[in-house]
């Protein structure tokens, strides 16, 4: 494994192996919680774990600026936890096993974690440098952001005592965020009937692999390919060319990732096995034809499996018409800022097995409004299937401010340290800080980090060079946080 404590700024990327050593999947940080919680308090710095479990660590200012505003700063335990078929890996005991390519620490067949452990390890390098001169400093580590925002959901409002927030939980160098959506998971469940498989069928599995994946959120305006779309479209169309029958789906494991593979039991005539051969190549090519610059590796593969049973034929067709027709992508660009998605869903997981069905549709909007008429549209639409839908971890949106004192002084310190300006950006991934901003109204926050690429799908990587960039650029900002 790559010696990440010997990169440069090696006061933050030691804090990082840490967290590639612990595991941290979304709701199963504690053992990193509490060994943060443990580092924090051997160097006298107070702790607090409110009633979530979320941590919060205080520093006090250096001589000097007792009196500068007090400044948060804010990132997530939690790991998106994805790794390539066929890669042997528990994210539950094996630590995450980077390597340096090219000024850039990848993790060649699993999620990496530099979201948001990067943010986390810049966080704990103020809390142990004795360099740095700032104010008085909170770090608040948040639980299950990645699984629904829980920890900055149930965190109170009593606990937080600075008047900044410095989100660090972004992913281009260079720019700041001052806006970004909300959202809701829509659940979608339903019972099904099944069958003896009928005589003279023949059983096969296929799958849908070789997609990107990536964000559900900062990725979804790319056009990739979702690979349970995509396998549900080939069900439906297998379907009008022969008499196919489903015995069972699963197709991607995490809610804000794009599905990268997709696989199907199926059973259909054996006479038509040279039919659904050829149309199996065809919808391949068809693909790659599609997403040609985008998700070109897209493979359809089939394999020959045995079956017992299959799904019973009003209850496939009603699944799957209502799979097929399931908004999935952009909804509506925004009005009010150029360039950046307003609302989106992203059908992040399906499972049908063992005579049940269960789905997840990530809904995303800048506007609450828009938040609430497309999850209620999905809604809709399940329920005319015979779906039982509920909704669950709705967040708010964290609305631009551009007259922000705190935004201001970030460009300020860039212009001069790097020269230029910084670019200022509202992003269509759920941040914390619209729910921390809901908690706390008059905290005044930005959203910064260096450059990731894939987060949340295996090869996700962080630039080198850029952390070294934020890291100076955090020290900068906190020695410039002006007086109460």
Request: hydrophobic letters at 45%.
């Amino acid at each position: 494994m790559t010696q990440i404590a010997e990169l440069e700024p090696k006061v933050v990327w030691e804090h990082f192996q840490t967290l590639c050593e612990i595991p941290r999947p979304s709701k199963h940080e504690q053992q990193l919680r509490d060994y943060l919680k443990g580092w924090a308090e051997l160097r006298g710095l107070s702790t607090v774990v409110d009633e979530v479990g979320n941590l919060i660590i205080r520093k006090p200012a250096t001589a000097g600026y007792e009196n500068r505003v007090g400044v948060v700063l804010q990132g997530h335990l939690d790991m998106v936890c994805q790794a390539n078929a066929g890669t042997e890996h528990d994210f539950f005991k094996d630590p995450i096993r980077p390597v340096l390519q090219d000024g850039w620490l990848v993790a060649e067949n699993t999620t990496l974690g530099a979201d948001n452990g990067i943010g986390v390890a810049l966080g704990m390098a103020v809390l142990n440098s004795e360099e740095v001169p700032h104010g008085p400093i909170e770090v608040l580590l948040t639980l299950d952001e990645e699984a629904g925002m829980g920890g900055a959901l149930g965190l109170g409002t009593g606990l937080l005592q600075g008047q900044y927030l410095i989100n660090i939980d972004t992913e281009e160098w260079g720019e700041f965020y001052m806006g970004c959506a909300g959202g809701v998971d829509v659940n979608v469940s339903r019972a099904y009937a099944s069958e003896a498989l009928p005589a003279g069928y023949q059983a096969a599995s296929l799958v849908i692999k070789g997609l990107r994946g990536g964000h559900s959120g900062a990725d979804i305006h790319l056009g990739r390919g979702n690979a349970n779309k995509i396998l549900i479209r080939l069900i439906r169309e297998l379907e009008a060319e022969t008499d196919l029958r489903v015995s069972s789906f699963k197709g991607g494991t995490a809610r804000n990732a794009l599905s990268r593979e997709a696989f199907a039991a199926v059973a259909f005539p054996a006479a038509d096995a040279a039919k659904v051969a050829a149309k199996l190549d065809a919808f391949q090519s068809l693909l790659r034809f599609e997403l040609a610059g985008v998700d070109e590796g897209v493979t359809v593969v089939q394999e020959q499996i045995a079956l017992g049973s299959v799904l019973a034929r009003a209850d496939q067709s009603a699944i799957f018409a209502a799979l097929h027709a399931a908004p999935h992508g952009v909804k509506r660009m925004s009005q009010r800022v150029e360039g950046v998605v307003e609302t989106s869903n992203n059908l992040g997981v399906v499972v049908l097995e063992q005579g049940k069905l269960f789905a997840n549709l990530m809904v995303r909007s800048l506007l609450d409004s828009g938040t609430w008429m497309l999850a209620r549209e999905v809604e809709s639409l399940f329920l005319l299937a015979g779906c039982q839908v509920g909704m669950e971890g709705g967040y708010p949106g964290w609305a631009p401010n551009p007259q922000s004192k705190l935004l201001a002084l970030f460009q300020q310190v860039y212009a001069k340290e790097f020269g230029g300006e910084a670019q200022v950006q509202v992003i269509h991934a759920g941040l914390e800080c619209g729910i921390l901003g809901s908690k706390y109204p008059g905290m005044d926050m930005v959203s910064f980090g260096p450059n990731i690429r894939g987060a949340h799908a295996p090869g996700e990587r962080v630039e080198v060079e850029s952390v070294g960039k934020a890291w100076h650029l955090l020290k900068a900002v906190l020695a410039a946080v002006p007086a109460r």
